[in-house]
């Protein structure tokens, strides 16, 4: 780590800044309960008592606090032979009551002091969140691209490129998305939980009063969706190829209210927000379909964390190596290819694994656009 350029987590409207870790030279087995060394103990940290909306209930004994945490998550808040636990308690003066292995249920941290409390409750925040990062994510935000004339041009496109760039190196039928998939994803998503899931309706059910009406004001989004682009700078060796938004008064509006709902999502803390703004695209091709089936894309403003989960997936027995593909016959001939106006009337929080009846992604929820 760069002691100029730590790393910086947002937990809601908070930053925390992550600072190096000092040696520590333990010699510990593998146990269930651990702790990941990526994964801040609470001494990297300076506490802040600022959260005064933090709801704490008054006991006989003191104070505590009710914390819903996925059980995914409990391995990194008792760390290894339960050292991180006890170092939160031993700091802060406090009790962490966590459930037992294979029990779901809230964590419960109680104290004579509430400054004690909300330290703990921060320090556990800090670790949650960082531990949601290093998750494969379940669920994304997505607009559906899925209008007949849309698929019927898409199935054109893939007919003509196969035909065209027959030969050329990495092209074939498999690394097209399907066409009951064509999406924009908006944002991903760690759900660990059903509750997780009902507070993502929620947050979506704000954004259809906050921002929809303000920012779309009755009217339809109506883009054109025509050119082709790619991830990377050499046309000869891609993996991804995507079809544009083309430029005008309706990508601006769509533009201006993504960005605004992932601002509102990563509030929350269940979205990460990398970049300033989302790379509106939808995704045609990609090299990875080789071996994921389910043509669930990661949004380019979080490509460095979907690459982090490529690395790890590295380590597994059945991981194969991405094969580019030659896109340069194919830009030249297919490079300003129209593919239509697409009226867009939702946008979906889709489950990564989940199949739809109609061959789209499952659906948990969706608001409706004008």
């Given at each position: 780590m760069d002691v100029l350029r730590p790393q910086i987590?947002?937990?809601?409207?908070?930053?925390?800044?992550?600072?190096?870790?000092?040696?520590?030279?333990v010699e510990a087995d593998e146990e269930e309960e651990f702790h990941d060394p990526e994964v801040p103990f609470d001494s990297?940290?300076?506490?802040?008592?600022?959260?005064?909306?933090?709801?704490?209930?008054e006991t006989?004994?003191?104070?505590?606090?009710?914390?819903d945490i996925p059980s995914a998550f409990f391995k990194h808040i008792i760390g290894r032979k339960g050292e991180t636990r006890r170092r939160i308690?031993?700091?802060?003066?406090t009790q962490v009551r966590i459930p037992k292995t294979g029990q779901e249920g809230p964590i419960v941290i109680a104290g004579a002091e509430r400054k004690g409390i909300i330290s703990a409750k921060t320090r556990i925040d800090?670790?949650?969140?960082?531990?949601?990062?290093?998750?494969?994510?379940?669920?994304?935000?997505?607009?559906?691209?899925?209008?007949?004339?849309?698929?019927?041009?898409?199935?054109?496109?893939?007919?003509?490129?196969?035909?065209?760039?027959?030969?050329?190196?990495?092209?074939?039928?498999?690394?097209?998305?399907?066409?009951e998939k064509l999406h924009l994803t908006?944002?991903?998503?760690?759900?660990?939980?059903?509750?997780?899931?009902?507070?993502?309706?929620?947050?979506?059910?704000?954004?259809?009063?906050?921002?929809?009406?303000?920012?779309?004001?009755?009217?339809?989004?109506?883009?054109?969706?025509?050119?082709?682009?790619?991830?990377?700078?050499?046309?000869?060796?891609?993996?991804?190829?995507?079809?544009?938004?083309?430029?005008?008064?309706?990508?601006?509006?769509?533009?201006?209210?993504?960005?605004?709902?992932?601002d509102k999502f990563s509030i929350t803390g269940l979205m990460q927000e990398s970049y300033a703004s989302v790379k509106l695209h939808i995704t045609v091709m990609n090299t990875k379909m080789r071996r994921d089936p389910t043509g669930a894309t990661v949004p380019r403003h979080q490509d460095r964390k979907s690459h982090s989960n490529d690395q790890r997936d590295q380590k597994g027995p059945q991981h194969k190596e991405r094969e580019s593909f030659d896109a340069m016959s194919l830009l030249k001939k297919f490079g300003e290819y129209d593919f239509g106006e697409h009226h867009m009337k939702t946008i979906h929080l889709s489950q990564r694994l989940g199949v739809a009846k109609d061959g789209y992604y499952g659906c948990e929820g969706s608001l409706l656009l004008p």
């Open positions: 987590i947002q937990i809601g409207n908070r930053c925390y800044r992550k600072n190096p870790s000092l040696h520590r030279d990297g940290w300076n506490d802040e008592i600022c959260d005064s909306r933090t709801p704490i209930e006989e004994n003191g104070f505590q606090i009710s914390m308690e031993n700091e802060t003066k800090v670790i949650t969140s960082s531990a949601r990062q290093k998750e494969t994510f379940t669920h994304f935000l997505s607009i559906p691209i899925t209008s007949s004339q849309l698929i019927d041009r898409f199935l054109e496109f893939k007919d003509d490129v196969l035909r065209e760039c027959d030969g050329d190196r990495g092209i074939d039928a498999s690394i097209f998305q399907k066409s908006i944002g991903t998503l760690v759900l660990l939980s059903d509750a997780e899931v009902q507070q993502t309706l929620d947050v979506l059910q704000q954004c259809h009063e906050d921002l929809v009406g303000p920012i779309l004001k009755g009217q339809r989004l109506c883009p054109r969706i025509q050119g082709i682009e790619y991830m990377n700078d050499d046309p000869s060796c891609v993996d991804v190829l995507y079809a544009k938004v083309e430029p005008g008064e309706d990508l601006d509006r769509l533009q201006i209210l993504v960005d605004r709902i992932v």
